[in-house]
């Protein structure tokens, strides 16, 4: 059989996408396999017009954390009627979609875990449900919700809370009867934080649009994500450099590395 051409591509942080280069399908399922381990970093998307004919065909594979991707999930791949792949731009031709991701492995920088779930765990959450004593508690995680935290949802490793955020929305919540709870940021750690990070009026304009700008994973931290959420910081995937801005006008652009006194807010 011939083999289907596909594409590997790494996100950084141990999350990569292997895609096939076919039609996309009218509808997508996630299903996993029968008797598959739910507990592998591995999502699988797949064509759900034929699923439903009985055929498993794939036509996605992330891959959640690559370090954490162990021998035996190789090995079940291995079971799977699965194609084979040419994977023009990395030289790899009529390779099996095990055969892939052993050489993600080699190839990719990723921080190596033993559970790649802890990555999304956060201190402080209930290990029981208060409502109904189910231990499926999950951490909310905000903000724009790249693809990684996408696929991470769909395992049920957390829930994505949006862009909507304040520092009172709740931390976690029960997979099964939605019971919601925590709080995102202490007020005295928000106060704390206005006071050094909070909007400045722009030299340019004059006005207090001037905003702390958040480089790479600086935007994490759940301050941050507040922050972000109330338009109160910028955020560039760009890594620091020195000299580089610190703060961004949101009014008309301005950028600076002075540090300025804090805009008073307003009255009305």
């Not at 699923?51 to 079971?79: C, F, K």
């Not at 940021?185 to 006005?207: K, Y």
């Amino acid at each position: 059989m011939q083999a289907t051409r596909a594409e590997l591509i790494d996100y950084s942080g141990g999350y990569v996408v292997l895609r096939l280069l076919v039609r996309p399908p009218l509808r997508e399922s996630n299903a996993d396999p029968a008797g598959w381990d739910t507990s592998s970093p591995l999502l699988f998307t797949w064509d759900a017009d034929r699923l439903e004919r009985g055929e498993w065909v794939l036509h996605i594979l992330e891959v959640l954390n690559i370090a954490a991707l162990q021998p035996r999930h190789l090995a079940a791949l291995g079971q799977l009627n699965l194609p084979r792949l040419d994977c023009y731009e990395l030289e790899l031709f009529d390779v099996s979609v095990a055969d892939a991701l052993r050489w993600a492995q080699r190839q990719y920088q990723a921080l190596p875990v033993a559970d790649w779930r802890e990555e999304w765990r956060r201190p402080g959450l209930p290990t029981q449900c208060p409502r109904c004593d189910s231990e499926r508690i999950v951490p909310i995680v905000y903000g724009l919700p790249l693809p990684r935290m996408y696929a991470a949802s769909l395992k049920n490793v957390i829930r994505l809370g949006g862009c909507d955020v304040s520092p009172s929305s709740p931390i976690w919540t029960c997979l099964r009867c939605e019971l919601s709870g925590g709080v995102l940021v202490p007020e005295a750690v928000w106060e704390h934080w206005l006071e050094q990070n909070g909007p400045r009026f722009c030299p340019r304009c004059e006005s207090p649009c001037l905003v702390r700008v958040l480089y790479g994973a600086a935007a994490e931290s759940p301050v941050a994500s507040v922050a972000l959420g109330q338009g109160m910081a910028f955020w560039t995937d760009e890594a620091p450099t020195p000299g580089a801005p610190a703060w961004h006008c949101q009014a008309c652009g301005f950028e600076t590395g002075l540090e300025l006194p804090r805009a008073a807010p307003s009255s009305g």
